[in-house]
C-alpha cells in the first residue's frame, strides 16, 4: 500500500541555517504529494503541494520538487528563522479513484531552530 | 472567509461514554474527511464524507462513525471510548471528493480518563 517515510527530528538549526527534511514515498500511479506544517497547540496548515513529477511547490520560502525516479519530495529552505520552529509532516494522496479523499503522513519531522 | 471550524477545542470523557465532534468546513466545499491524530504521531484516515455521503473509510472499529449534514457539515461521533481514544481529531475539508488538497481546522483534543 500507499506510505510515507520522513527523516527522523529532531532537527536542530541555528537562525540563517540551511534546511532539508527528507520524505520519500511508496504510490503506485501518480500521487499528489504536500507539506503540513503544525505549530504547537495548532491544526495542520497546508505549506505547499506538487501534483506531478518534476513540479516544484513553494511558498514563504520553502521548496520542495516532486522526483518521481527517487520517489522523494524534500523540503528545503534556505534561511530559517525562529518562527519557522514547528512540526512538519509530508503527505501524498493517492491516484485512482479508490484513494480520493485521504491523506496519508509522515510520521513528522520536528524542526527546532535557535536564534 | 473562514476557515475549518471545530467545536468544541477540548473534552475530556470516562471510559465507555459516548462523544460528538464537529466540524464546518470552508464555504463553497462540499467534502470533509476526519483524522485521527495521537501525539507524537502524523494524522490517521477515519473517514471522508462527499454530498452527505461516505466515500471513504479508514482502518477504524465500528465505534467510530460520521454524517455529512445538507449544509456540507459534519460530525464525528464515538461509542464506548476507550483510553487509546484520546488523540486530537482532525477535520479537513475540499471542495469536491476528488479534490485533492485539503484544508484543515484547528482540532478537537479529546482526553479519555
Known amino acids: 500500500g500507499n506510505s510515507v517515510t520522513q527523516m527522523e527530528g529532531p532537527v536542530t538549526l541555528s537562525e540563517e541555517a540551511f534546511l532539508t527534511i527528507n520524505c520519500t514515498y511508496t504510490?503506485?500511479?501518480?500521487?499528489?504529494l504536500f507539506w503540513y506544517v503544525q505549530y504547537p497547540g495548532e491544526g495542520l496548515q497546508l505549506l505547499l503541494k506538487?501534483?506531478?513529477?518534476?513540479d516544484k511547490g513553494s511558498n514563504k520560502g520553502f521548496e520542495a520538487t516532486y522526483r518521481k525516479e527517487t520517489t522523494s519530495f524534500h523540503l528545503e529552505k534556505g534561511s530559517v528563522q525562529v518562527s519557522d520552529s514547528a512540526v512538519y509532516f509530508c503527505?501524498?494522496?493517492?491516484?485512482?479513484?479508490?484513494?480520493?479523499?485521504?491523506?496519508?503522513f509522515g510520521q513528522g519531522t520536528t524542526l527546532q531552530v535557535k536564534p | 472567509d473562514a476557515g475549518v471550524t471545530q467545536s468544541p477545542t477540548h473534552l475530556i470523557k470516562t471510559r465507555g461514554q459516548h462523544v460528538t465532534l464537529r466540524c464546518s468546513p470552508i464555504?463553497?466545499?462540499?467534502?470533509v474527511s476526519w483524522y485521527q491524530q495521537v501525539l507524537g504521531q502524523g494524522p490517521q484516515f477515519i473517514f471522508q464524507?462527499?454530498?452527505?455521503?461516505?466515500?471513504g473509510r479508514g482502518n477504524f472499529p465500528d465505534r467510530f462513525s460520521a454524517r455529512q449534514f445538507p449544509n456540507y457539515s459534519s460530525e464525528l461521533n464515538v461509542n464506548a471510548l476507550l483510553l487509546g481514544d484520546s488523540a486530537l481529531y482532525l477535520c479537513?475539508?475540499?471542495?469536491?471528493?476528488?479534490?485533492?488538497?485539503?484544508?484543515f481546522g484547528p482540532g478537537t483534543r479529546l482526553l479519555v480518563l
Open positions: 479537513a475539508s475540499s471542495q469536491s471528493g476528488r479534490e485533492k488538497t485539503q484544508y
Open positions: 504510490a503506485t500511479g501518480y500521487p499528489s
Open positions: 506538487a501534483t506531478k513529477a518534476d
Open positions: 503527505a501524498l494522496s493517492g491516484s485512482g479513484s479508490s484513494n480520493t479523499g485521504k491523506l496519508i
Open positions: 464555504s463553497g466545499h462540499k467534502s
Open positions: 464524507y462527499y454530498e452527505k455521503e461516505e466515500r
